[in-house]
């Protein structure tokens, strides 16, 4: 499957003397003032090299903000002017590769929700056959790594040279402190399969929120991510697109030297393993919460049900059968007999009190 990474050997394009390379930029280029205001004020940190705006957004629904169009690579090719900055956009079609090619734009990149789709990226790599220019791409949406290494693999195949593959979190049914989940034994094990591709790392999409992105950034600079993109705007809360994740530049500095570059890398295959192992407990724990709502919303039902026949909540031979049932299966999948008689109390007296909840509330049928 790798065939294509092993003759691959450009991983040099990202450095910087500066630790990891930054990208920054507003989520989307909203007005020209905007734009400029925001990357005179990012070319002042070192650590920022590169420049990123969506001129073209993908929306979930229609009729919001799509993006200034054309008019902002205009708008970008003034920041490379006058901030000497490198400039990257977002291209979703083959005209918006044309486009970005014919405005001198210095790096393409290929958002989430385009990684999904093998067809659209095949597009796209026909359009960038012979053309040298530096392509990141994004994670796809869910988290499916061979769709994101198929990606990557299209555009390597396309004769692109430098290339970077961003982390920007996965979508996870379950609700989590992220927006979308690090999952970051995914991108971890992009870097075991590819380990010449720059790994960069979006702290802003994966968090949702600017509390978040700190954590996260350390995580990836403690992972070896080779690069960070966060996005910066002038006035945050009055972003178009993602406004609760976008910090000003002034609050991206403080961000970036908080950040630790640790000398001694770590073990790359004991950091993926726990990651692995951590990412199944997570995802365990996940179903155990569905599982227990899921059977009080049943318990709830039989409430009701007792109810409206009167029937008395506690009925004792049931809940017998229940624990020597439970236990019998516990102890079979080698659990202990105190922790499950435990776990089984705390269940049942949960249930029983539901139950006296909707015992107490009027029948109202
Ligand atoms: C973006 O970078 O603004 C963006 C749309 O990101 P993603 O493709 O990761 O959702
Ligand atoms: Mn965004």
Redesign the pocket.
């Known amino acids: 499957m790798a065939s294509i990474a092993s003759t691959y050997h450009v991983n040099e394009w990202l450095k910087s003397e500066h630790g990891p390379t930054v990208i920054s930029g507003p ?2 280029a909203e007005t020209e003032e905007q734009v400029l205001s925001t990357a005179k004020l990012l070319a002042e940190i070192p650590q920022v090299k590169i420049f ?1 705006a ?1 001129v073209w ?2 929306r979930t629904r229609p009729g919001m903000f799509e993006g200034v169009g054309e008019v902002g690579l205009k708008w970008l090719n003034r920041v490379q002017n006058e901030t000497g900055l490198k400039v990257a956009v ?1 291209v979703a079609y083959p005209a918006h590769i044309d486009l970005a090619l014919k405005y001198n734009i210095d790096i393409l ?1 290929i ?4 990684v999904v789709n093998p067809f659209s990226l095949q597009e796209l790599a026909n359009a960038l056959k012979g053309v040298d220019v530096p392509v990141m791409i ?1 994670n796809p ?1 869910n988290p499916d790594i061979n769709l994101w290494i198929g990606a990557i693999e299209r555009i390597m195949n396309a004769g692109i040279e430098r290339i970077a593959a ?1 982390h ?1 979190g996965f979508y996870f049914f379950d609700k989590s402190p992220y927006r979308n989940a690090p999952m970051w034994e995914i991108p971890i094990e992009l870097k075991r399969l590819f380990p010449k591709i720059p790994v960069i790392c ?1 702290p ?2 994966i968090c949702g929120e600017r509390e978040l992105l700190l954590g996260v950034a350390q995580k990836a600079l403690d992972l070896e991510m080779e690069g960070l ?1 966060l ?1 910066s705007h002038c006035d945050p809360d009055h972003a178009l ?2 406004p609760q994740q976008q910090v000003t530049p002034a609050e991206l500095k403080i961000l970036l030297s908080k950040l630790i570059l640790r000398e001694e890398k770590g073990n790359r295959e004991f950091e993926s393993k726990l990651e692995e192992l951590r990412s199944e407990v997570d995802k365990i724990d996940a179903e155990l919460m569905h599982i227990l709502s899921r059977r009080m919303e049943l318990v709830d039902e039989l409430g009701y049900y007792k109810r409206d026949n009167n029937i008395t909540i506690l009925q004792l031979k049931r809940w017998s059968n229940i624990v020597r049932d439970r236990l019998k299966t516990g102890l079979n999948s080698g659990l202990e007999k105190e922790f499950l008689q435990k776990l089984l109390e705390i269940v049942h007296n949960e249930s029983i009190r539901r139950q006296t909840e909707i015992y107490k509330s009027k029948k109202n049928n």
Do not use: F, L, N, Q
């Open positions: 989520c989307s990123r969506g957004k993908p977002e990149w958002g989430a929700r385009t994004k949406v961003v920007r979006d802003s999409h993109m996005e697109t993602d």
